[in-house]
């Protein structure tokens, strides 16, 4: 899988927008970015994924550099329902074709009211 | 409906028992899955079932048993663990074992081995 970089932590306020990095350098051109959130005592839930282009959904919005070699996960009000782990994946072809999500260790989010 | 359910919640056991671990889709996946979680950890692949076939087995010890009986139903079969197996057993479930397929994930079982 292509190795992701996250940054250990990041806070943020209620109502507030979140930018959540994601380095993916050895990416290849047909592996998708994708990002999953787990809240507490929960397992991880699917947030969003993109190829190329910035993508938008009812959870957030997913803005993919021009090289492909960084996203940026973009949440525009934060709540505190979102306070969470966030993973950014990306399925490289790690020698099979099968649906392989290799989680790194994910950004915890935090959010003050 | 997008749920996966796993049972049960909670399931404490000894080194010599024999368990197992059950999880249930209803949305017509044909791929499912087995993550491990120790705590303040992500989760590890474990196991691949495409098609109800083992498809990847992520060199886990014989002590876990994955079984998937239907489309539909996916086991973990536990037998002799180690104290260091207890943490959170995740199951998950996608159309298909693309590499580009969301994955939907259970709320786990959380296991402690004494």
């Known amino acids: 899988d292509a190795k992701t970089t996250q940054p250990n932590s990041m806070e943020s306020n209620e109502e507030e927008p979140v930018h959540l990095p994601c380095n993916h350098s050895t990416i290849s051109g047909t592996d998708y970015i994708h990002w999953y959130r787990q809240l507490p005592s929960q397992g991880p839930e699917y947030v969003i994924h993109?190829?190329?282009s910035n993508v938008n959904n009812r959870m957030a919005s997913l803005a993919i550099a021009e090289d492909r070699k960084s996203s940026t996960l973009i949440l525009h009000r934060a709540t505190l329902r979102d306070a969470a782990v966030y993973y950014c994946i990306s399925p490289g072809a790690g020698g099979t074709s099968y649906g392989k999500l290799t989680f790194g260790q994910g950004t915890i989010l935090t959010v003050h009211p | 409906d997008t749920e996966v359910t796993q049972t049960p919640k909670h399931l404490v056991m000894g080194m010599t028992n024999k368990k197992s671990l059950k999880c249930e889709q209803h949305?017509?996946?044909?791929?499912m899955y087995w993550y491990k979680q120790k705590a303040k950890k992500p989760p590890e692949l474990m196991f691949v079932y495409s098609y109800e076939k083992l498809s990847i087995n992520e060199s886990v010890p014989s002590r876990f048993s994955p079984e998937c009986p239907n489309s539909s139903l996916l086991n973990l079969h536990l037998h002799a663990l180690q104290p260091e197996d207890s943490a959170l057993y995740l199951c998950?479930?996608?159309?298909?074992?693309?590499?580009?397929?969301?994955?939907?994930f259970g709320p786990g079982t959380r296991l402690l081995v004494l």
């Open positions: 949305m017509g996946h044909r791929a």
């Open positions: 998950a479930s996608s159309q298909g074992a693309s590499k580009g397929g969301t994955q939907y």
């Open positions: 993109g190829l190329t």
